[in-house]
């Protein structure tokens, strides 16, 4: 199973602009295993549900996002560094929340997660 560790949030103001970061690791198939894999961005708010953000498919052909967030939030990966990015634009208080890093559709695997915290 792929180890993923996020990383890239904090505190900033809306507006303002964060990049999300996310590597995979474990194993000697790790490698294998993650560019194998539809790579996603999943949020959770306090209260809420958790929600998928964005999706990228294995060899980044086909992205998909969340109403909410499309045409300022960017999914991308980098299959030689075994990695994935989500560029977060134009952040709104509403974006405040813990952001995941997941493996396959449906996930198989998350991250520890990342605060995300947007102030207004």
């Known amino acids: 199973q792929v180890q993923l560790a996020e990383s890239g949030g904090g505190l900033v103001q809306a507006g303002g602009s964060l990049r999300l970061s996310c590597a995979a690791s474990?194993?000697?198939?790790?490698?294998?295993?993650?560019?194998?894999?539809?790579m996603g961005w999943h949020r959770q708010a306090p209260g809420k549900q958790r929600e998928l953000v964005a999706l990228?498919?294995?060899?980044?052909?086909?992205?998909n996002y969340a109403d909410s967030v499309k045409g300022r939030f960017t999914i991308s990966r980098d299959n030689a560094k075994n990695t994935v990015y989500l560029q977060m634009n134009s952040l709104k208080p509403e974006d405040t929340a813990v952001y995941y890093c997941?493996?396959?559709?449906?996930?198989?695997?998350w991250g520890q997660g990342t605060q995300v915290t947007v102030s207004s």
């Open positions: 474990g194993g000697i198939f790790s490698g294998t295993m993650f560019r194998a894999n539809a």
């Open positions: 997941t493996a396959g559709y449906p996930p198989t695997s």
């Open positions: 990228i498919t294995s060899g980044g052909g086909n992205t």
